[in-house]
C-alpha cells in the first residue's frame, strides 16, 4: 500500500464534507458522504490486511516546516493498532451513516448534518493513522469542531446549544494539555515524529529534566489531560452525558467508535511514553474513579440515552484501567473495539426506540416495547448483554481481560472495577424492565421502525454477541498482549457481578409499579452528584468575577481613555486660544506687522508734498537749533 492510497482513508470523507457542505438536497448529500466511507471503509481493510501480515509502515506525506536544522515532515503510519482503529471507525460509522437516513429523513437540515459527519469521519481517520504529534492535534481539533457542530445541531433547542458549547469549552481544557505536551515533547527531542526509524519521540528517551520533572512524565501527564478531556475522565466527565442532546446517530457516533476512543487511543499510541514516565497507575486509578461515579450516577438517570451516556463513561474509565494496569495497551484496545460495536448498538437502539415511541426518551413512559417492536427489542438486548458482559459476550471477554490485568497489578483496584462492574449490570437491567416490559406507559402506541434502521442494529448485535469470542485472543496478540492466566477469583467474579447485578435488578424492578418513585434514583444520583452544581459554584464563580472584573478593568481603562482625549483637548483649545491666538497671533506676527504699519503711517504724514511746508519746517528746525545753541554757550 502506497502513501497516496493510505492518505485516501480520511481525505475520501473530507472531500465528501467540502462536496456536501453547499448541497440542499438531503438524499443526494446522503449518497456522496455514504459512498464515501464506504470506500474508505474498503481501504481500511485493505491496510489491515496489510499491516495483520506485514511489518509497521511509516509513509513520508510532506513536509510541513522546515528552517535550518529544524525540519517537520507530516507521516502517516501503518500498522496493528492504527489499521484496526480506521476499519472499526469506517465499519461502524458507515452504519450510522447507514442509519442517520431513516433516523434523519424528514429535517429540513439533513444535507449539512451528513457535511458534519463526513468531516467528523475525516478528522478521527486522520487521527487514527497519523505518525506526527502535530498531524495528530490538528485532526484532533477537527474533530472537536465536527462534534461542537453535532452535538449543537438543533440549536433550535437551548439545552442543544447549551450542549455544544459545554463540550467545546471542556474538551478545550483537556486540549490545552495535549498542545503543551506537543510542545515540551518538541523542545526536548527536536521532533514530533513518533517512529522515524529509530529517531522517533516514542523510539528515544527524552531524559532531561523540565521544571525538576522528567520529561516523559511531564509530557505524559500533559497529554493525559488531553485524554482524558475527549474520553471523558473524571473531573473533565462533565461535557459527555450532556452530548446526547445531538441526534441519536452524533451520540452512537460520539459514544462509541469515534471521539470518546480519541483519548483512549492517544494513551495507547504513546504508551512507551507513560510507560517511560511512571504515569501508569494515575491512568489506572483516574479510569477506575470515574467508572464508578459514572455507573452510580447512571442508576439516578431516567433519559435512555443518558443512561447510556453515563455507561459510555463508566465503561471509557474501565478502558483507561486496562491501559493503566497493563504491560502493553492492548488490554484497554481490546475492550475499546468491542464496546465500540455494542455501544453503538445501544445508542442506534435507543433512537429506533425513541422514533418508534414518538420521540420519547423517559424510560418511565417507555414499557411494553418488547411486543411493538420485536426487531429493535431483539437487537438491544443483545448490546445490552454485552454491555454488562454476560457470560461468552464480547463485552465478556473483553471486561475480563481488563479483570485479570487489574488483579495482578492493584488489587483495591480490581475490587473497585469488579463493584463498578456490578453497577453496570444492575442500571442496564433496571433500564430494560423500564423500557421492554410491562405495557406501554406512553401517550402514542410504538412502531417499529424501518428497516433502514433495524438492519444496521442487526449487523452490529452480531458483532456485539460474537466478536469477543471469535477475534479477541488475535486482537489481543496482534497488539502486543501478554496472555496471563486467569485466576479462579476473577473469573468467580466476572460471572458474579454480570450474572448477580442482573439478578438483583430483576428482583427489584420485576412487577414493580413503575410509575411509582424509583427506589434506586436517589436525589444525588439524580443531580449528577452535583458536580455541575460544583462546577457553577467555583469554576462558573470564578469566571463571572473574572468577567466582572475584565468589565470593570475594560471600563476604568474607557473612562482613562476618555480623560487622556479631554485632556488632550484642553490642552489643544489652551495652546490654540492663547498661545497661538495671543502670544503668536497678536503679540508676535500680527502684532510686529501692525506696529510696523502705524509706524510707516505716522512718519507718512510728515511727507505732504509741498515745498512751503518743508520750508516751514527747516526754518522752525533752524531757530530751534540756534535757540539750543545759545541755551548750551550761556
Not at 30 to 57: E, K, N, R
Not at 123 to 139: I, K, R
Not at 271 to 297: C, D, K, Q
Request: glycine residues 12%.
Amino acid at each position: 500500500m502506497s502513501a497516496s492510497t493510505l492518505a485516501l482513508i480520511p481525505c475520501l470523507p473530507l472531500l465528501a464534507a467540502l462536496c456536501t457542505a453547499g448541497m440542499r438536497n438531503g438524499r443526494r448529500a446522503a449518497a456522496v458522504a455514504i459512498g464515501a466511507l464506504a470506500m474508505s471503509a474498503l481501504l481500511a481493510l485493505w491496510a489491515l490486511s496489510q499491516a495483520w501480515t506485514g511489518d509497521a509502515q511509516v509513509f513520508p506525506l510532506a513536509d510541513w516546516l522546515s528552517v535550518g536544522g529544524t525540519r517537520i515532515t507530516f507521516s502517516l503510519r501503518l500498522d496493528a493498532l492504527s489499521a484496526l482503529m480506521a476499519s472499526m471507525v469506517t465499519f461502524v460509522g458507515l452504519l450510522i451513516f447507514i442509519f442517520s437516513t431513516g433516523y434523519m429523513a424528514h429535517d429540513p437540515r439533513c444535507a449539512r448534518f451528513f457535511c458534519y459527519l463526513s468531516l467528523f469521519a475525516a478528522g478521527m481517520l486522520g487521527l487514527v493513522l497519523s505518525n506526527n504529534l502535530l498531524l495528530l492535534f490538528m485532526s484532533w481539533e477537527i474533530v472537536g469542531l465536527a462534534s461542537y457542530l453535532l452535538i449543537g445541531f438543533w440549536f433550535h433547542k437551548p439545552s442543544a446549544a447549551a450542549a455544544g458549547k459545554k463540550a467545546f469549552i471542556v474538551t478545550r481544557l483537556g486540549d490545552l494539555g495535549l498542545l503543551l505536551g506537543l510542545l515540551v515533547a518538541f523542545t526536548q527531542t527536536g521532533t514530533l515524529e513518533l517512529y522515524a526509524g529509530g529517531a522517533g519521540l516514542l523510539e528515544k528517551d527524552p531524559g532531561t529534566l523540565v521544571w525538576g520533572v522528567g520529561a516523559a512524565k511531564l509530557v505524559s501527564l500533559l497529554l493525559f489531560v488531553g485524554a482524558a478531556g475527549k474520553s471523558g475522565q473524571v473531573p473533565l466527565h462533565v461535557w459527555l452525558p450532556d452530548a446526547m442532546e445531538g441526534p441519536t446517530p452524533v451520540s452512537a457516533l460520539i459514544h462509541a467508535a469515534t471521539m470518546v476512543a480519541a483519548g483512549v487511543f492517544l494513551v495507547a499510541r504513546t504508551f512507551p511514553l507513560f510507560e517511560a514516565g511512571g504515569t501508569l497507575p494515575l491512568v489506572a486509578w483516574t479510569g477506575g474513579v470515574t467508572a464508578l461515579i459514572a455507573a452510580l450516577i447512571a442508576l439516578g438517570q431516567f433519559d435512555i440515552k443518558r443512561i447510556l451516556a453515563y455507561s459510555t463513561v463508566s465503561q471509557l474509565g474501565l478502558m483507561m484501567v486496562g491501559l493503566g494496569a497493563a504491560t502493553t495497551g492492548a488490554i484497554g484496545m481490546y475492550h475499546l473495539f468491542t464496546h465500540a460495536y455494542f455501544k453503538a448498538l445501544l445508542f442506534l437502539g435507543a433512537g429506533s426506540i425513541s422514533h418508534g415511541c414518538h420521540h420519547e426518551q423517559d424510560i418511565r413512559k417507555m414499557g411494553g416495547i418488547a411486543r411493538a417492536m420485536p426487531v429493535t427489542t431483539a437487537a438491544y438486548l443483545c448490546g445490552a448483554l454485552a454491555l454488562v458482559a454476560f457470560p461468552y459476550t464480547s463485552g465478556y471477554f473483553s471486561k475480563d481481560a481488563v479483570l485479570v490485568a487489574v488483579y495482578g497489578a492493584d488489587r483495591p483496584l480490581f475490587y473497585l472495577c469488579a463493584f463498578s462492574s456490578l453497577l453496570t449490570a444492575l442500571y442496564v437491567t433496571r433500564q430494560c424492565v423500564y423500557v421492554f416490559a410491562g405495557a406501554h406507559r406512553g401517550a402514542h402506541a410504538p412502531h417499529e421502525s424501518p428497516a433502514v434502521m433495524t438492519v444496521p442494529l442487526v449487523i452490529l448485535a452480531v458483532f456485539a454477541l460474537g466478536m469477543g469470542g471469535l477475534f479477541g485472543g488475535a486482537l489481543q496478540a496482534k497488539l502486543g498482549a501478554i496472555h496471563a492466566a486467569h485466576p479462579f477469583p476473577v473469573i468467580a467474579t466476572s460471572w458474579a457481578v454480570a450474572l448477580g447485578g442482573m439478578l438483583l435488578g430483576w428482583v427489584i424492578y420485576s412487577g414493580r409499579d413503575l410509575r411509582a418513585p424509583d427506589p434506586l434514583a436517589l436525589v444525588p444520583l439524580q443531580r449528577k452528584l452535583w458536580f455541575d452544581e460544583l462546577y457553577a459554584a467555583t469554576a462558573g464563580r470564578l469566571w463571572s468575577g473574572l468577567t466582572a472584573l475584565a468589565v470593570l478593568l475594560q471600563e476604568m481603562v474607557a473612562a482613562l481613555a476618555e480623560l487622556v482625549q479631554e485632556l488632550a483637548q484642553a490642552t489643544g483649545q489652551f495652546f490654540s486660544r492663547s498661545v497661538d491666538g495671543r502670544l503668536i497671533d497678536q503679540l508676535a506676527v500680527d502684532g510686529l506687522a501692525r506696529r510696523f504699519h502705524e509706524g510707516g503711517r505716522a512718519a507718512v504724514r510728515f511727507q505732504s508734498g509741498f515745498l512751503p511746508g518743508y520750508l516751514r519746517w527747516v526754518v522752525l528746525g533752524t531757530l530751534l537749533g540756534g535757540l539750543f545753541v545759545h541755551w548750551l554757550l550761556t
